[in-house]
């Protein structure tokens, strides 16, 4: 079995399970780790379409946001690009992140999800494709409190059991969260 198959079948076996309503925000997310090797692998089974038809089968509705192209959007958009690209050095604040792109994914991300339920998932793919630009788990705090059902992040990283930590692509720091980790 591959591991984008058992990926599947995991994240499959977790969303089949009764979800109580009266858990907090941080415990309706679910972070699908995996080798950032097997990325391409694993977003050629989500496009195909073949996950969102094996996940409707769990009697959840299923949507997917693609985090990959965010900042080329973003800054496609960006009134004041020309004048960031000429001095690129602007373009981060002190904690690291693109200046705006927050903003931007929040409300791109609440777009995907406004027609979403409490029995719905949003899946968010490509957060390998943030890495340097912005925090994933800033993200993530940013979103957690807007859907009613579940939100499941793919995220090419590593999990740390132990100490509940999540490290994006292999940074150097990883960040605790409370969410249920899918990993193989």
């Not at 050629?44 to 089968?57: C, D, N, Y």
């Not at 373009?91 to 406004?114: F, H, Q, T």
């Not at 719905?120 to 705090?141: P, R, Y």
Request: hydrophobic share 40%; proline share 5%.
């Amino acid at each position: 079995m591959t591991l984008a198959q058992t990926i599947l079948d995991r994240l499959k076996e977790h969303l089949s399970l009764p979800w109580p309503e009266n858990v907090s925000p941080r415990e309706r997310v679910v972070m699908v780790v995996y080798p950032p090797s097997d990325e391409r692998k694993l977003r050629r089974l989500i496009q195909s379409g073949e996950f969102a038809s094996e996940m409707k089968t769990t009697g959840h509705g299923w949507k997917e946001y693609d985090l990959a192209t965010g900042f080329s959007a973003w800054l496609a958009e960006y009134e004041y690009r020309d004048r960031y690209l000429s001095r690129p050095e602007r373009l981060w604040d002190d904690a690291g992140n693109v200046r705006g792109l927050e903003d931007y994914l929040v409300k791109k991300i609440a777009d995907a999800a406004s027609t979403l339920t409490s029995n719905d998932v949003l899946a968010l793919v490509g957060g390998g494709g943030l890495f340097g630009l912005h925090s994933v788990s800033t993200l993530i705090e940013c979103i957690e409190s807007h859907f009613p059902g579940r939100l499941v992040i793919f995220f090419p990283g590593e999990h740390d059991a132990r100490n509940n930590s999540y490290r994006l692509l292999g940074a150097k720091d990883g960040w605790g969260y409370l969410a249920v980790p899918i990993t193989c």
